[in-house]
């Protein structure tokens, strides 16, 4: 069986796992990573957002194969860290905003949400409220207007 190796939350990994099988798989049912969730599997709920690089990816769309040695996947359990904090700026915002009812889509709103931030700075800019229009994590619960202050507080803390 060939071995794959990535980088996971600052830390090298390596599994025995066939090119193919999901990223998210390997994540979760291989390496204990949670906070990436299984909603849809076919990239459209986007419940298992997570970072690939510093840029936004959905795990359940990535074959494993496709990652390389050096490529950083940064999941909701690594987000602090990324801040050298026990929360990161975006994490407080959500708490603050009271965003979250059932919890289950939110790991990936805050890691959509980071992401976005984090496109519109290297773009030179702030968020905007089309910038805010074009997140489709779906959540099931409909906090989309918290989210959204969320995000807008989270992009001023970061």
């Known amino acids: 069986m060939p071995t794959q190796t990535f980088r996971l939350n600052g830390e090298t990994v390596t599994v025995d796992v066939e090119d193919d ?24 709920c986007k419940a298992c957002t997570s970072h690939v690089n510093g840029r936004a990816f959905n795990p359940c769309a990535v074959r494993v194969g496709d990652l390389g040695a050096d490529d950083e996947v940064t999941t909701i359990e690594g987000l602090p860290a990324t801040v050298g904090a026990e929360l990161h700026p975006m994490q407080e915002a959500w708490l603050e905003h009271d965003v979250a009812q059932c919890g289950y889509c939110q790991p990936g709103q805050v890691m959509a949400a980071v992401a976005l931030v984090s496109k519109a700075r290297r773009e030179g800019r702030t968020i905007t409220d089309a910038d805010l229009d074009g ?3 779906i959540c099931r619960c409909g906090t989309y207007t918290r989210i959204r202050e969320a995000i807008v507080d989270g992009e001023s803390r970061m």
């Open 135 to 137: 997140i489709r994590n």
């Open 21 to 44: 099988v999901r990223v998210l798989w390997v994540l979760r049912d291989l390496l204990g990573v949670t906070g990436p969730k299984y909603g849809c599997g076919i990239n459209v």
